[in-house]
């Protein structure tokens, strides 16, 4: 099998720092983990929140520690900093070879989806974001790592996303459409949930979107652990 | 513009964990950072000196600490720990958008090629890796942003490739002959090298291999950051 992580990830519009953090970190004992933060509002503070929080917490999983102590302990430490009164979301997506499993925390929120082949399951039970008060806790879902899984991530900027002009997303509508599609690949789901978000936001983002997509597939390449990344830069501008 | 990053990872063959660590991460005045280390000999030791030595770098990167004196204070825990006594090799490629410079820190004897058009440098000065002495400093080259700029940073295994039947490999004669493609991808070059690396040692590497690829382009696209992942699994054994 092989395991295929896609992010696809924008700025709110006019706004040149991104209040969404999104880190991927080797685990100790084998696999990786994908941990993405939202602070709350946008621009400098909240990417200030977003990446302290990421910081703590691949900080904790690279030295063992469990994905659901890690968020809770970042969480704690984003109360006692802010005394409450800043909060920030957070999903950590672990592919843990040791257990072989994929371990799901989240403390967002915004629903996440689970599809197994043409099945789409939609998490959304009450999620509380990091900060909000003392011993927060993440919902965990454990998953075996089967061939046929996708994973549908993504901070509120997706959620939000036309709804200044009445015409608010539809997530699952969209998912299921791009599901029915043959195969498609991570880089695919995410892109298409993006470009239809800021579509609906007349292509001004009304805040920073991440989407992230993990897909297990059944083998068909080599051997060999392959990373790509796409940063667009502004000509004259700091980013 | 847009930068483009791509990396290509192989495990020595049946040994499960690759000694070589690589991981990215954001710099807090904009940009981000490739950190590669390869932990001397093979299998859990040398992961277990070359992440420490990664975590160590990019926990500074994320402080704000700059390059060269993340490099310097990663060589000098591992000298402390190590008594002298385990080297690593380290490249920090950071696009740095406060500068907006590329900036490449080195302490790995291996080489490193800049490719501005059709133009290939070859960067083979004098460098010590980490935990050799006490003092050790990176050589540090600094580039702009420009669209054109390719470059090819690799670890030893790609030095050693072929060695073992008499047939080494001549890296820059085929990175030549890839440039000469019509604007090759990143992936496509660090693909094609690693290929002809694995091809050398007859599909069994004799030492981890990892090669990364740093492009600058002209923007051809949109707004949206995209990171690509993918990890081979095996079926029953862990990593």
Redesign the interface.
């Known amino acids: 099998?092989?395991?295929?992580?896609?992010?696809?990830?924008?700025?709110k519009y006019a706004v040149s720092?991104s209040g969404d953090?999104?880190?991927?970190?080797?685990r100790?004992n084998?696999?990786?983990s994908v941990v993405l933060a939202d602070g709350q509002t946008s621009g400098r503070g909240a990417k200030a929140v977003s990446?302290m929080v990421v910081?703590k917490v691949i900080?904790l999983l690279?030295e063992g520690v469990r994905d659901g102590a890690a968020a809770r302990a970042a969480s704690d430490k984003l109360y006692t900093e802010k005394k409450g009164k800043v909060i920030c979301t957070l999903n950590i997506a672990s592919?843990d070879?040791?257990s072989?499993t994929i371990v799901l925390g989240r403390n967002n929120p915004s629903p996440m989806f689970i599809c197994r082949n043409m099945q789409l399951d939609r998490f959304d039970s009450e999620s509380i974001p990091l900060g909000a008060s003392r011993d927060v806790r993440p919902s965990i879902t454990e998953l075996a790592?089967e061939a046929g899984l996708t994973i549908v991530i993504y901070t509120d900027g997706l959620v939000h996303a036309g709804k200044r002009r009445g015409q608010p997303m539809d997530t699952e509508e969209i998912l299921s459409s791009i599901m029915e599609d043959q195969d498609p690949s991570?880089?695919e789901i995410?892109?298409t949930l993006?470009a239809h978000a800021v579509t609906l936001d007349e292509n001004r983002p009304a805040d920073d979107i991440s989407v992230l997509v993990l897909k297990v597939a059944s083998?068909n390449?080599?051997?060999?652990?392959?990373?790509?990344?796409?940063?667009?830069?502004d000509?004259n501008t700091?980013?």
Chains 1, 2 share one sequence.
Not at 1 to 11: F, L, S
């Open positions: 099998m092989e395991v295929q992580i896609a992010v696809a990830k924008v700025n720092e953090t999104l880190e991927v970190i080797e100790p084998g696999g990786l990446q910081r900080g690279a592919i070879l040791h072989n790592i991570p880089q995410a892109d993006l083998r390449g080599d051997n060999v652990r392959r990373m790509n990344v796409r940063i667009p830069i000509g700091s980013p």
